[in-house]
């Protein structure tokens, strides 16, 4: 029988850990700074894997924006190979939650707004 162990974990909280034998999902990647990123990354040994999600189209901090959060900086490292690991990005060509995401994502656009 396998046991399975769920945890959440707020950035702050990884400081001082190491993960080992993990599965790490950063979810809502958009929101989080180069910092956060760099701090959750260095924590995972060997033996992990991280999943990262999130949505440009989707920033609610103040503070970033779609040239400079954590979700850009390691989109931009999967066009290049990288010795330490493999990484990739799949891109959904709409918003899956429906018509009104769809909705949102396109007049809240700062681009699209001009």
């Known amino acids: 029988m396998y046991k399975y162990d769920i945890q959440t974990l707020w950035?702050?909280?990884?400081?001082?850990r190491t993960l080992s034998g993990a599965i790490v999902?950063?979810?809502e990647w958009q929101n989080s700074s180069?910092?956060?990123t760099q701090l959750i990354l260095s924590r995972?040994?060997?033996?992990?894997?991280?999943?990262v999600i999130g949505s440009n189209r989707q920033i609610d901090n103040l503070y970033l924006n779609k040239y400079n959060n954590g979700l850009t900086t390691l989109l931009k490292q999967t066009r290049k190979k990288h010795r330490e690991l493999n990484i990739f990005a799949i891109e959904l060509e709409k918003a899956v939650r429906g018509k009104f995401a769809e909705f949102s994502e396109r007049?809240?656009?700062k681009n699209d707004n001009k």
Do not use: V, Y
């Open 34 to 36: 180069e910092k956060t």
């Open 25 to 27: 999902i950063m979810d």
């Open 107 to 109: 007049i809240f656009e």
């Open 44 to 51: 995972l040994d060997e033996n992990c894997m991280a999943i």
């Open 11 to 16: 950035p702050g909280e990884a400081r001082g």
